[in-house]
């Protein structure tokens, strides 16, 4: 179906090759009167004006489409008893399988918080045990170092 504005590729192709031209070229073709360059203003803006409405219009139907799909493809998952407790199945095996998912990830996670807190209790255990044996030694020592110092003490006097 051919539509009115079947020469508009050429009128812009004739419109960009005109914008290309010098600025001496162009004042020379505009001022002789000329019936077509008249008229190729309105066109320009039509030309816009129609692919404004078009754009909607393949937008509306682009959407409706998509939702004559989307009620079709509902329609014909639950049309009969059978089909919709096939649907309700696969949304259940869905689910069980996203809740098992969920369940190992807490396990995992769960499982590596325990493992960092040994390490970490593992690690406070052994510095606190340095911290006794070397609070024992000095203890022991500092008896030991008292004892001497106090026989020396008695030994001048």
């Known amino acids: 179906m051919p539509t009115a504005n079947a020469t508009a590729p050429k009128a812009r192709k004739a419109r960009a090759k005109a914008a290309r031209k010098p600025a ?11 019936a077509a360059a008249a008229t190729q203003s309105t066109p320009a803006f039509g ?14 139907l682009l959407a409706r489409d998509r939702m004559v799909s989307t009620v079709g493809d509902t ?7 059978s089909r919709a407790q096939a649907q309700l199945r696969r949304f259940e ?17 769960r499982v ?5 807190l ?12 340095h911290l006794d044996d070397r609070r ?6 500092g008896t030991e170092l008292a004892n001497k110092v106090q026989e020396r003490i008695l030994s001048l006097v």
């Open 118 to 129: 040994r390490q970490r209790r593992s690690v406070i255990e052994t510095r606190v045990s």
């Open 136 to 141: 024992e030694a000095i203890a022991k020592n």
């Open 112 to 116: 590596r918080l325990e493992r960092e």
């Open 75 to 81: 329609i014909s998952n639950y049309s009969s008893s």
């Open 47 to 60: 030309d816009y004006a129609e692919r404004a409405v078009l754009i909607q219009v393949g937008a509306a």
């Open 93 to 109: 095996r869905r689910g069980a399988t996203a809740r098992n998912r969920l369940e190992r990830e807490v396990r995992k996670a």
């Open 24 to 34: 001496a070229a162009k004042a020379s073709t505009t001022s002789r009167p000329n």
